[in-house]
């Protein structure tokens, strides 16, 4: 697959905020935040969209989850609430074709976002 700035992220080729990071899962803050809190969250490895995912991604994308649930403890936003969201693909507004889980919080959030 074509590369990405995340993929340059995960590989330390380009600097980011960095919150987060184990064997399989990288977060770092959004360059344009929409909240007080914007994080992503992604897998080490390439995948493009929430489409391209397999079975045997099963574990990663747990791996994806728990990550978020520890950063958002870590940034004080687990009690009041937050939200984690997946773009996929260009109708739902996907712009780097890196799978990445945004987590948002720091602020109340408008439901349902339009
Ligand atoms: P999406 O629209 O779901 O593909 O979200 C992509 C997000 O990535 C968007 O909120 C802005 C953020 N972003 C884009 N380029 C960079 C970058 O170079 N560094 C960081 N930290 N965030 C980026």
């Known amino acids: 697959m074509m590369d990405t700035i995340f993929g340059k992220i995960a590989r330390g080729e380009i600097p980011a905020d960095i919150v987060y990071e184990d064997e399989d899962v990288v977060a770092f803050r ?53 939200r984690t969201v997946i773009n996929c693909n260009a109708a739902a507004g996907q712009t780097v074709f890196h799978l990445h889980l945004h987590l948002l919080g720091g602020r109340p959030l408008r439901w349902p976002p339009g």
Do not use: C, M, S, W
């Open 30 to 82: 959004d360059l344009h935040p929409q909240a007080p809190i914007h994080i992503l969250v992604i897998p080490r490895k390439p995948i493009r969209t929430l489409n391209d995912l397999e079975a045997a991604d099963a574990e990663l994308v747990g791996r994806l989850f728990l990550a978020a649930r520890k950063v958002a403890e870590r940034e004080g936003i687990a009690a009041a609430g937050y």
